[in-house]
């Protein structure tokens, strides 16, 4: 009882906002993505398989939006004013407070190849402050140069992670391991 009625709560104020955010077209919701990304391994292709479950994609004035629905805690970071795209573009991949941001660009990204050439822009509901309504990362719409810059970025990440060359070690940041998939085998104490 106490479950559902939460819930229906929860649906009541998602119901609230869309209404304020009308009109808009639903275009999927728990969509299942997939796209192929060929990295290079010490001078050999290795394509590797990206996944994506898009929990809402919507059409709002002619602009596509990927948006997530966030259950935990989350942090609003933004694009420092002196920060140039590629500084920006390094913290998403490295700092665990843009782990959302870099959630949402990595679906857009799969979802651009879909061939669709809209302006598209990435945000979340943030289910324990749905009364502030959809958090938006980015100002405007993603241009392609960001999206090539992610790429750029995704990949090098790739190619690290399928180096045998390249240990992996446990990571220094605590924080990490808080809701990490692998904690109950990877005995860190
Ligand atoms: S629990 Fe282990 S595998 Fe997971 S983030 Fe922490 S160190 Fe890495």
């Excluded at 629905?69 to 843009?98: N, S, V």
């Excluded at 990435?122 to 392609?144: A, N, T």
């Excluded at 790739?158 to 045998?164: C, N, Q, V, Y």
């Amino acid at each position: 009882m106490l479950y559902k009625n939460v819930i229906k709560k929860l649906i009541d104020k998602i119901l609230d906002n869309d209404i304020n955010e009308a009109p808009f077209t639903i275009i999927s919701l728990e969509n299942n993505l997939s796209k192929e990304l060929e990295i290079n391994l010490k001078g050999e292709p290795l394509k590797v398989k990206l996944l994506g479950r898009l929990d809402r994609i919507e059409e709002k004035d002619g602009v596509l939006r990927i948006i997530d629905y966030k259950t935990g805690q989350l942090k609003k970071p933004k694009q420092q004013a002196k920060e140039t795209m590629e500084e920006h573009m390094d913290r998403i991949f490295e700092d665990i407070d843009y782990k959302e941001h870099f959630q949402q660009l990595f679906y857009a990204f799969v979802y651009l190849d879909s061939g669709d050439d809209k302006d598209l822009v990435i945000g979340v509901y943030p289910i324990r402050d749905l009364s502030s309504g959809i958090y938006w990362f980015e100002e405007e719409p993603i241009v392609k140069e960001k999206t090539l810059l992610f790429e750029n970025k995704l990949k090098g990440l790739l190619e690290k992670i399928f180096d045998s060359a390249t240990p992996f070690t446990q990571t220094d940041e605590i924080e990490r391991c808080k809701y990490c998939d692998y904690k109950s085998i990877c005995y860190r104490d």
